[in-house]
């Protein structure tokens, strides 16, 4: 059984607009987190949710708004999509007691806007 | 505030020779360091990672990785490189006590000559 599972793997859309990518875990942590890997393999974390409750919010446009209706779901929701946005999205979850012990990340998500 | 700085970009090994990648990190916290491997158009696996017990950890596929306090260091290291160990290799950094994200280096490619 998958971990940490996103969907889809590919998406390709045009500038302008609303896409969605979901992403659940099935390991019984408490806290999940958005990374984006930009074109040159930097990855920087975007958002972590806590039990439903958004934790971390870093600067990310406002376009990008996140949705936890579980903890067990973290998915990410994108307004009025532009050519920046290309870049793979990554899922991730830890245990809240255990962020020291590193993330379980998902296979990641390729957005690609034309 | 927490950072990682990976010193080379590209690290060009022949199969069957030593393996380094160096990673130098700070942080206002005693950390946790972690190495993940991204292979092409793949997600992110945990290699290893060390959260204060034993400063040499060792991980999978024969990688380990020493914490030196004084040197702010913690280098990845292989006795012998194979060609499925070309891949995207980050360092990253978290507090022990786990209440910040995992912060990311660039990352080091490594790439393997037969």
């Known amino acids: 059984d998958t971990a940490v599972s996103q969907t889809p793997k590919y998406l390709v859309t045009q500038m302008g607009n609303d896409k969605s990518i979901k992403c659940e875990q099935n390991?019984?942590?408490?806290?999940m987190y958005w990374y984006k890997q930009d074109s040159k393999k930097f990855l920087k974390i975007m958002f972590s949710?806590?039990?439903?409750?958004?934790?971390i919010n870093e600067t990310v446009p406002n376009r990008f708004s996140p949705k936890s209706p579980d903890k067990a779901h973290l998915n990410l929701h994108i307004n009025s999509l532009e050519l920046g946005d290309s870049a793979v999205y990554f899922c991730?979850?830890?245990?809240?007691?255990?962020?020291?012990?590193?993330?379980?990340f998902g296979s990641g998500t390729r957005l690609t806007v034309v | 505030a927490q950072s990682v700085t990976q010193l080379d970009s590209h690290v060009s090994v022949s199969e069957g020779t030593p393996v380094l990648l160096r990673c130098n990190y700070s942080?206002?916290?005693?950390?946790?360091l972690f190495w993940y491997v991204q292979h092409p158009n793949k997600g992110l696996q945990l290699l290893l990672k060390?959260?204060?017990?034993?400063?040499l950890v060792k991980g999978i596929n024969g990688f380990e990785a020493e914490f030196k306090k004084s040197e702010t260091s913690f280098h990845l290291t292989k006795p012998s490189a194979h060609m499925s160990d070309a891949a995207e290799y980050f360092c990253?950094?978290?507090?022990?006590?786990?209440?910040?994200?995992?912060?990311f280096g660039k990352g080091t490619r490594l790439s393997v000559i037969a």
């Open positions: 991730a979850s830890s245990q809240v007691s255990g962020p020291k012990y590193g993330y379980t």
């Open positions: 390991l019984g942590h408490d806290t």
């Open positions: 949710y806590n039990n439903k409750e958004l934790i």
């Open positions: 942080s206002s916290y005693s950390p946790s």
């Open positions: 060390y959260t204060s017990a034993a400063t």
């Open positions: 990253v950094v978290s507090s022990v006590s786990g209440n910040t994200p995992l912060v």
